[in-house]
């Protein structure tokens, strides 16, 4: 971290500035130049609350140098993580087809789903058991049921299942689910967090509506803080003041966070634009971009699905998208 | 909610669409125009899908007529809500200032900052126990310790305390606190809201960064709709492009949702920019603006502070706008 | 429009404001249900003032059926817009990459650029001579000298040229520009766009950072009810909370743009992300997407670069790009 | 600015990036620690390319120390600014009460609303005669006409006219007007700014809806550049993801403002909030905030206003809010 004193500082209270830095275990680096003097802060100064410094009466700016998250940061590790899901591997050049409903609503559905996305291709299945509702008067999902009937699909198709945990206390239900969900909206629900850093299934973290690149790797960092590595991140999705879409898709996510750490990313299109229509050429993007797995939704019978309806596609329109979408892998390899 | 239906629709489809929604328990009411088919869905459109809605092929358009929100709805209360905290009151005219630490810290500096800031006028004191942190190697709050210091600090001058709960299995050692805290990373922490709708602690529900009004209005529904009707709004800033300020305070905040809704509403100018030099200012024009309180953040050192304090004014600070505060509360009645 | 009266309100009431409406030259359509009453507004809407509308006491809620741009409009006009530019054609399955420098330098830089351009595939050659800049301090273009430049450019490689009209009375110098471009900052400068609507030149129309898909048709409007149906709109990148890229690229504008609209849609990932390493990634991907064109800087020498160096690929790096650019488009058709 | 150098740069990389610098005629002050290697860049930086400077492969991180904007800075010019407007002041002190139509209409209205507003306490009268309108369909203003007509009521109430130039050729009309408006959209139109810096008229500079605060002061730093040092910033909401107002007014700019800069800040909540009901609220908070003036639409009859109406509140709405304003700034005194 470094910090620009103003012009005018005296030495007396340069001095006492860096006697406080050094309380908290910091070594000084100081540099006076004729108009500004600089002193760079040496240690762990993840504990340094940059704002105060910036507030104080001499300090003119404040600069972090180091990113404040270390095991998501590919500095320390450059190499691509590949986290591995039964068979399935996602990450370092592996790419994950994530498809299935919003909700479990039947044995028969998700079950038929589950066989319609693997024959197009997709090798993961997901659908919602717990649903996080805006409004407590919508359909909240099946529960424990719904994640009974996953691993019937499960069963049925052999596809590792991926599903949705938003409370800490249900975490012993998902002893056989394949990657935990952790949703945009519990992105900073840290405790919740810290207990999936403790198991070692794999996570899907989603990037909430307003959290920066930097905050999403920083919520990633609480759960790899804990023990559990097998972490990977997904775009859903940014809010913004455009209204036509759901949300915006970020897609520069791809090369931002690959830039910025080894954890694999998974672009959701349906989330992000809430659309029919704009699934397809954004799945395609996704994956020309050079995300590691894309995630949509597909149901049976959208018109009549419990939630997301009108962001669900057919199983004929995934296997559309799911063609398309390898034809692009190869083409940019 | 009003569907209007493509011109050029045939009157199958349309016939075919009223089924549909008649299968969902509505009433249909169809108004056919020389260019324009509309239908008024009558009865509880809660579960109706909109965007589903919206995307079939022969409807243009859908509009939502009535607010989705009932509880918190001014509409169906049109008096103002007066949350009781002790002998404490907010909103209908009623005026609460919160104040107090992020963080509380130690015996000396809560039950000391509680002291000052009541002298000044405060009528409620805040402090963090359990605190929400970026960063998993920042400082966490002292937790169940700090909820003990709190409770002295009360003892010591009789104001109710407010402070955070994040986690829902921590509910239990939340039964002496006066007003339960909801963060902003929480407000759709849909779990946690059910769960303090079931006690009858005052909860103040603070906005997330990127959440509508409604949005709010929904969360503080969840809590309603259990059982709980204490409910105080709370806006703190919300993410923008701007980046001089941490966050930007929205006060419309306080016209908007009085006019929404019954329930008191307070600001949180600290958190909203950030910058000790900018709380004066707009704790009183929160004041200005009709809020029913303001919370502010006390500090007895600032720069010694485990957290924010770059955004903590002294008691001597607190006390000339507190002093400025009072007398805008005159100026506006 | 529709607009929707509250419960309540008195026949007397609904017939003045029906009057109201009659004394603008619309029809309206009365429908009466037993909770709620409706009109249906029929005739040109365009002037009416929807907010003004929705603030009458006794108005619910308004909602205008069919959008408010006609000409740009995919429904009174099916059939997408090809775009001619000399021999080149944008639009309806024609695909345009256009590149060259952010600012003209020097003959030799503005030719050389060109003639690897040229080389590597691409269609058009930008490149600025009249530079809208944050600072009025920072280089602000050749103007007059620099579209001399492109000429030459353009003599020496038979590329058509696009560069940036910013004020009205410049126009005279642009006779022969191939597209002029109309930069994000001025997108809402309305009297830019008539004037450059009463001439037939193609025009290129950024949209602003801040802008809406409508707004940006809006805009489009003004240049077309002047005469000038040739516009393609260029999605440049647009403003949020996420400070790692420059902007954040809405790739959902292709989708989007082409379901509202028949004009083209071209897409700027320089702008768009800021940095060289996330642009051909964006670049591919906008063309997965179904773009119609790409724009990308491309500079001799990025590191002297006048203006954003930081944005620019150096010639090898557009070869690499535009050769994975037309593999993607090969796997999408 | 600072150029923090990545840990294992060579000493000879370090001197090649050392002499490029120099080549920009800036001093380079080297201080290297035993991680990280300091770049002190001393001179004028306003022309060197931070982004690019950025993106190269040895720097890690790069921070501008002072403020591009200069005589706009507070640094180089504490006392507060105080513009002139025939006998009217605004800042440092002075209170400026700015009211007024839209759109002037007709003599009747104009003449009618400027003596009701001045009988409130209005200072200043404003109304548009060249109206920016996101439809080319929609009322454009009476344009010379409308200045015809503004003269009149100065004539007639001696209250200085404030009203918006659009284009830079209708300049040689506004010779009488007291004070020159820029919108919003043109805030970055700078060829617009510069010309009007070529005068000695003040200038009303209205913050873009997607513009920080640095941007504003940069806008006017292109006016004062050209000699005229009579600016007014004026906040009037930005766009963000909420809906339920037109606009977000961030009235933070006003304690922002005044720090980074000596100008008058004015804040208008008419177009801010859009709605009637809010206006009074965000006028008296924009007061007790510290704004040098308030900008408030008053019509005389809103449900017949040609643009805007939903937004102007009637003379009778506006005494009670003028009141109101006086008693707030009486007692943050």
Known sequence: MIAVLKHGTTP????????????MNLDVHVSEGSEITILGLIGDTSRVDMELLKSLEIVETVKRVSEPFKQANRKFHPKDTIVEVGDVRIGGGYFAMIAGPCSVESEEQIVGVAQAVKASGATILRGGAFKPRTSPYAFQGLKGEGLKLLLKAKEATGLPICTELMNINDLDLFTDVDIIQIGARNMQNFDLLKETGKCKTPILLKRGLANTFQELLM???????????????????????????????????????????????????????????????????????????????????????????????????????????????????
């Open 12 to 23: 007396d209270q340069t001095q006492h500035l860096i006697d406080w830095l050094k309380r």
């Open 219 to 333: 919520s990633a960092e609480y759960i790899m803080s804990e023990g559990n590595e097998n972490v990977i991140l997904c775009e859903r999705g940014i809010r913004t003041f455009e209204t036509y879409t759901r949300n915006t898709l970020d897609l520069s996510a791809v090369p931002a966070l690959h830039e910025l750490s080894h954890l694999p990313v998974v672009i959701d299109p349906s989330h992000a634009t809430g659309k029919i229509k704009m699934i397809p050429s954004m799945a395609v993007a996704a994956t020309a971009a050079g995300a590691d797995g894309i995630m949509i939704e597909v149901h049976n019978n959208p018109a009549c699905a419990l939630c997301d309806g009108a962001q669900s596609l057919t199983p004929a329109q995934f296997d559309e998208v799911a063609r398309k979408v390898m034809r692009v892998r190869e083409a940019i390899l």
